[in-house]
């Protein structure tokens, strides 16, 4: 089993910048990849960013260039530094695991980021 708890979200205005954290258990942490996603109100769960085992990392257009994900092994942490928000980056912030044996998703139970305009 795997266990994934996030924290950092909050309240902050645009232009500013929070960092997210994500401590994963339960499993070995460095030969998972792991992603962020996020949910806005009313809106279906999309996918933020990701980052392989390896560190490969991918950030999705709507925030290239204002957020980065990355990795501490030694912690099992992957984190989501975001900066530069704007209103529209207001959700809940889930961490995200696949395990190809189990044939499952991991989630975390999700931190809400609001952005002020």
């Known amino acids: 089993q795997v266990q994934l708890v996030e924290s950092g979200g909050g309240l902050v205005q645009a232009g500013g910048s929070l960092r997210l954290s994500c401590v994963a258990s339960?499993?070995?942490?460095?030969?998972?990849?792991m992603a962020w996603y996020r949910q806005a109100p009313g809106k279906q769960r999309e996918l933020v960013a990701t980052i392989t085992s390896g560190g490969t990392s991918i950030v999705v257009e709507s925030v290239k260039g204002r957020f980065t994900i990355s990795r501490d092994n030694t912690k099992n942490t992957v984190y989501l530094q975001m900066n530069s928000l704007k209103p529209e980056d207001t959700g809940v912030y889930y961490c995200n695991t696949y395990s190809l044996a189990r044939g499952r998703n991991y989630w975390g139970q999700g931190t809400l980021v609001t952005v002020s305009s």
């Open positions: 339960g499993s070995i942490f460095s030969s998972r990849d």
